[in-house]
């Protein structure tokens, strides 16, 4: 088995190219939504002058129901993007492509979709914790952060 095990700046590199792809699809999928919302608002802000506060509030709901499901899509867009990217025959983002690096379980096999569903769920209880989830990639015997351990994952350079 494969035992060049990615290290921790090569992963950070990863995730920085990874975000990038993610915030120009996540862009992409949010700016319709804003277009919509943005026509709704412009017309009434013009009669904004004659709303009373209680009104004026009123269009917060929108706005704030708005910006939740964005977030909430954005967190789907997320997870399903590690799940499906490193359980393809590719066994990796495209940050980790771009890279040479792979997911692996921890045998050295490709993971299905279950197990990059858990990592990349996992991930989230990683950042969660101050990222120390991420930190401690860098000082294990196999450069596992909390999301691999938890999901029985390796990340390896090819």
């Given at each position: 088995m494969n035992t060049n095990y990615a290290g921790f700046w090569l992963r950070f590199v990863a995730v920085l190219i990874d975000g990038l792809?993610?915030?120009?699809?996540?862009w992409?999928?949010?700016?319709p939504f804003l277009g919509l919302l943005g026509l709704g608002v412009a017309g009434d802000i013009?009669?904004?002058?004659?709303?009373?506060e209680t009104e004026a509030m009123g269009m917060m709901g929108p706005m704030m129901a708005m910006a939740g499901v964005a977030y909430i899509g954005f967190f789907i867009i997320q997870i399903l993007y590690y799940a499906?990217?490193?359980?393809?025959?590719?066994?990796?983002?495209?940050g980790k492509m771009a890279l040479g690096l792979k997911v692996t379980d921890v045998d050295g096999n490709k993971i299905d979709f279950t197990k990059g569903l858990v990592r990349s769920l996992c991930r989230v209880l990683s950042g969660m914790i101050m990222c120390i989830g991420y930190l401690i990639a860098a000082f294990t015997e196999k450069k596992?952060?909390?999301?691999?351990?938890?999901?029985?994952?390796?990340?390896?350079?090819k």
């Open positions: 792809v993610l915030g120009v699809i996540q992409i999928a949010v700016m013009q009669n904004l002058e004659n709303m009373d499906l990217m490193e359980s393809s025959s590719k066994q990796a983002t495209l596992q952060g909390l999301h691999d351990m938890i999901a029985s994952t390796l990340v390896l350079k």
